[in-house]
């Protein structure tokens, strides 16, 4: 009867610790994190995930009499952090795309015009939202939640659940990948943010040549059209841009994880 015990307590310890791990990427990854999804519905896929990982990662190697509160706690929040990290590496990209659709926005003068993210349930330039679904259909189509998955299995061998708080190197490394979500926001806007900065210094150069000219009148028009071509061109780089983004962010969980 112990035996048994045992057995089903390893069971349910694997599948705590799983559902915890699966649950925090859930809450940070996009459309699961998104606010018109329920809570309810993030929780029973993540429930079933961890349902079809728990024969396939390592079992817990913790005795039932080992175990306490404190110990349990501190084993989840080390699960918590692990999560967070492989969140994060999906999140950054999405970020960067936002930051892109609200500077290319901003210069376009959609700033007065923003409208909810339903993704997210703050306001956001039409352009933010734009990018943000293009750039999900993207990461599915190149088979990114795949990717996330196998990530996420192959954290339980380089990480298992008996491991301590992370280093200092781990949160360096973390910290450097969340600080380049502006890094790809610039560049993916930058065609927009380029073209536009020429066209407000012709207008600037243009009103002061010919006071007698209303630019301001014309340049809302003018500014809009420009921008949205460049929108095309963007989204049209985009592909390849998601491609490499994707890429560094499975790098980055690859080479980060070890330093845990």
């Given at each position: ?24 990427i859930f809450a940070l990854v996009p459309f699961f994190s998104a606010e018109v999804i329920a809570r309810r519905i993030t929780a029973v896929i993540a429930f079933f995930l961890s349902l079809v990982l728990v024969p396939v990662v390592p079992a817990v190697g913790i ?189 980055f969980v690859k080479s980060a994880m070890p330093l845990f």
């Amino acid at each position: 009867m112990n035996e048994l015990l045992n057995l089903a307590w390893q069971d349910i310890l694997s599948f705590l610790f799983v559902f915890v791990r699966i649950g925090i990427i859930f809450a940070l990854v996009p459309f699961f994190s998104a606010e018109v999804i329920a809570r309810r519905i993030t929780a029973v896929i993540a429930f079933f995930l961890s349902l079809v990982l728990v024969p396939v990662v390592p079992a817990v190697g913790i005795a039932m009499e080992s175990l306490n509160v404190i110990t349990l706690i501190v084993l989840l929040l080390h699960e918590m952090l692990i999560g967070l990290c492989l969140g994060l590496a999906i999140n950054v990209i999405f970020a960067g795309v936002q930051i892109a659709g609200e500077v290319a926005g901003f210069q376009m003068g959609f700033a007065i015009v923003n409208i909810v993210d339903p993704m997210t349930g703050a306001d956001a330039p039409v352009t933010s939202n734009l990018l943000y679904i293009v750039a999900f259909l993207l990461f599915l189509s190149f088979g990114g939640h795949h990717m996330l998955i196998k990530a996420l299995v192959d954290s339980y061998y380089i990480i298992p659940v008996e491991a301590g708080f992370p280093d200092q190197k781990y949160l360096l490394a973390v910290l450097s990948y969340g600080a380049r979500m502006f890094l790809l926001g610039v560049k993916m806007a930058a065609p927009a943010i380029g073209v536009l900065l020429l066209l407000n210094i012709s207008f600037a150069l243009t009103a002061r040549a010919i006071p007698q000219m209303n630019v301001f009148l014309m340049s809302f028009p003018l500014t809009i059209a420009i921008g949205l071509l460049f929108m095309i061109v963007i989204i049209r780089m985009m592909p390849p841009f998601m491609n490499h983004a994707i890429g560094d962010a499975f790098t980055f969980v690859k080479s980060a994880m070890p330093l845990f």
